[in-house]
């Protein structure tokens, strides 16, 4: 398994697969995400095995910090571990800086509540941790996740706010 830069054939399949893969009232907009990464403040990266791509990975880099902001294996190629052995990859590609994720808040009236505690219980089970910080993202409630160094809601939000723009960060509230 690899992780590369996506290029322009791949950034094809990435595409299809982020839309496929996330809410619309999860999604940024994907021009605004290319951007960034023109800009090297964002990282959009394909997860391949033996040369076919198999997820993708949207990051956003700030100072000592990394936040993964998405994540995801595309659906023929989900059960097959690709999400935990692309994850460790994605740590030890930024082992040097402090590794953050959003995931959706438990909530029991939530419709999708089995797939958030499974993907909560994915994410600790692959050495993420409990931060205690509960924000609002575009409307979302998210549970903050990190490596296990620690992080503060301000720097967290500072991501938001000196990377991705004032008008992200508006939409990023403390809970």
């Not at 571990?81 to 990859?89: F, Q, V």
């Amino acid at each position: 398994m690899e992780i590369r830069q996506a290029d322009r054939r791949a950034l094809r399949w990435m595409k299809r697969t982020y839309l496929e893969a996330f809410p619309k009232s999860e999604r940024k907009p994907f021009g605004i995400m290319k951007m960034k990464a023109g800009q090297g403040v964002m990282e959009l990266l394909v997860i391949f095995e033996k040369k076919q791509p198999v997820g993708l990975a949207v990051t956003v880099l700030h100072q000592d910090m990394v936040l993964l902001d998405y994540f995801a294996i595309a659906r023929d190629h989900r059960g097959k571990n690709y999400g935990s052995r692309a994850l460790k990859l994605l740590k030890k590609r930024y082992q040097d800086r402090r590794f953050l994720l959003e995931i959706e808040l438990l909530d029991e009236e939530a419709p999708n509540q089995k797939e958030r505690i499974r993907r909560k219980n994915f994410y600790l089970k692959n050495g993420m941790r409990e931060t205690g910080i509960c924000a609002c993202v575009f409307k979302v409630p998210m549970e903050v996740l990190t490596d296990g160094k620690p992080v503060t809601f301000d720097e967290y939000h500072s991501i938001y706010r000196d990377s991705i723009g004032a008008v992200f960060a508006r939409k990023v509230t403390r809970l």
